[in-house]
């Protein structure tokens, strides 16, 4: 009775057991769905997003396009303004007070960057001092950067008269060249400028006046010799700045070894300056003599030469007449071992005996001599003068006689 008892309850437990258990499994199943459901609803959000991302990354790839375009519309628009002649040098002329800014065009990182000049004109050109207009340009080009490409194209608008004639002629022959061929072809055609004059000029270059003036030839020179050869090096201008100084400033500056161009103007500019200073010492000390009485020596002319002769004619009994030896006379009397002043035979220790004045010459000192010695014998004589013994004696009398 009590086993029959036992056995229910527990058949009891186990159905009540059962109940929870098929309830919790049902709850969980539940709960599973609802898991099930929410990660799905995630899951679709989640696609949603990322196609949300994938328009975004698409405008704003349109919108970079876009940006970009607009600032080569801008960047265009500024430099049609400038060809148009709206530019910085007029605006300077009207008397605008503007501050100049440095262009920077738009970039990758940033397309909105762009600093915009103030309009700056480009220069005219109607083939007259093409020199100078190839610098201004280049000038130009370095302060706005116009693309290769454009830079000849933009040249062409503002040439005029001849030059727009010969431009439009040479780009019907030979089509359009690019900026560093019209350079060199405009300045041979206006300028009578071809390498080898450069060459020349630049070679022949020297200091005639001060270092400045010498530097501003020199400089103009050197940017000739870059438009015909870029690979020249600053190396070579400085050693032919140096070879072209003054020799009182080139020994200086080669001493002192400078390694490039500035510092050879440097050290020219000082040796100048200490050269002029010396010289403005010395003509200084020269005033300050000026007072000073100086001495001249006597005046090495002819002598004088009285017109007359003295009555009286004063000689020596031993003195001899002046001798004059031609070349082979005297080679003969070195062959014979005969004394140059006398016809005695020359030994050593040998003294003339008649002492008399001899004196060498050349062929054609001696055919002079000749020739003169027979103009003497054909002039008549002058006639002979007396003098008083008181005039003589430097005696000042009130009355003399002269005989005659």
Known sequence: MADGTRLKELQEFQRKTELVLRDEKAKRQASEDQLHTRLDQINEAQEGLQATVMNLEHSMGAMQQQLKSIAEQLQNYNRNKSILGEGLTASIERGSSSRITTLHPPSEENPTQYNAIHRMEFPLFNGEEARIWVRRCNRYFQMIP????????????????????????????????????????????????DHERVVSEFNMLHQDTTVNAYLEKFEVLEAHMLIFNKNLDEAFFMMKFISGLKEEIKGYVATMKPTTLDQAIVLARKQESMVNAILRKTNQHQKTNQGKPIFKPPNKGPPYKPSFKPSFRYREENSQPKRFLTEAEVRARKEKNLCYKCDEPYTPGHRCKYRQVHMLMTEEEAKAYEEGEEQIEDSPEDEDATVSFHAMGGITVTKTEDKW
């Open 146 to 193: 116009i693309p290769e490409e454009q830079k000849v194209p933009l040249a062409s608008v503002y040439m005029q008269g001849r030059a727009e004639l010969w431009y439009q002629g040479h780009v019907e022959k030979r089509g359009v060249p690019t900026w560093s061929e019209l350079t060199i072809i405009v300045l041979e055609r206006f300028e009578d400028l």
